[in-house]
T-cell receptor, first 113, second 114 residues
Framework: DADVTQTPRNRITKTGKRIMLECSQTKGHDRMYWYRQDPGLGLQLIYYSFDVKDINKGEISDGYSVSRQAQAKFSLSLESAIPNQTALYFC????????????FGPGTRLTVL | AQSVTQPDIHITVSEGASLELRCNYSYGATPYLFWYVQSPGQGLQLLLKYFSGDTLVQGIKGFEAEFKRSQSSFNLRKPSVHWSDAAEYFCAVGAGQAGTALIFGKGTTLSVSS
């Protein structure tokens, strides 16, 4: 079974709708992250969480919110989706050790019409 | 502010030829540096990382990278490319607390010709 799972894997929605993307991990890591990937722009950090009570904004947090429901779960919400939020979204986890790698989920492809 | 530059958007290499992908970073302290690979339709997989010690690091799939502080570079190399290496490659620098929030470059797409 995958260590980092994301649901849904694909989602098409309309402008103005509220959308939640979910991420779960079985690696026992404290740290979790949400990135978005746009062609030619690489990955940009949206939010990250170092533990259940710690949430931090990343490079591009406007228009997004997150919830860390438990150590293993980290959800990303778009309160009112807009077309320029069409992108591939990745969740990642890390142990928090210095230099520790991040482990990525398979991604959620979101299309906002 | 931390940043990562990958100067080459797209590179084509013949199968069996050597490969070098460039990465330059901007960071105020000793950086944590990573190379990730993304195959089509897949998530990201770590190839290798540097955060201290030997400046030449070995990774999976026959890749290596060399950290050069004087040039602020962390270039990825492979002596002989296989068709299965065709993918997108991302260099990243670790920022924030203990360097675990990653700042990514925009990526280099590698095509392999036969």
């Amino acid at each position: 079974d995958a260590d980092v799972t994301q649901t849904p894997r694909n989602r098409i929605t309309k402008t103005g709708k509220r959308i939640m993307l979910e991420c779960s991990q079985t690696k026992g890591h404290d740290r979790m992250y949400w990135y978005r990937q746009d062609p030619g722009l690489g990955l940009q950090l949206i939010y990250y969480s170092f533990d259940v009570k710690d949430i931090n904004k990343g490079e591009i947090s406007d228009g997004y919110s997150v919830s860390r429901q438990a150590q293993a779960k980290f959800s990303l919400s778009l309160e009112s989706a807009i077309p320029n939020q069409t992108a591939l979204y990745f969740c990642a986890t890390s142990s928090g050790l210095a230099g520790g790698e991040q482990f990525f989920g398979p991604g959620t492809r979101l299309t906002v019409l | 502010a931390q940043s990562v530059t990958q100067p080459d958007i797209h590179i084509t290499v013949s199968e069996g030829a050597s490969l070098e992908l460039r990465c330059n970073y901007s960071y105020g302290a000793t950086p944590y540096l990573f190379w990730y690979v993304q195959s089509p339709g897949q998530g990201l997989q770590l190839l290798l990382k540097y955060f201290s010690g030997d400046t030449l690091v070995q990774g999976i799939k026959g890749f290596e990278a060399e950290f050069k502080r004087s040039q602020s570079s962390f270039n990825l190399r492979k002596p002989s490319v296989h068709w299965s290496d065709a993918a997108e490659y991302f260099c990243a620098v670790g920022a924030g607390q203990a360097g675990t929030a990653l700042i990514f470059g925009k990526g280099t797409t590698l095509s392999v010709s036969s």
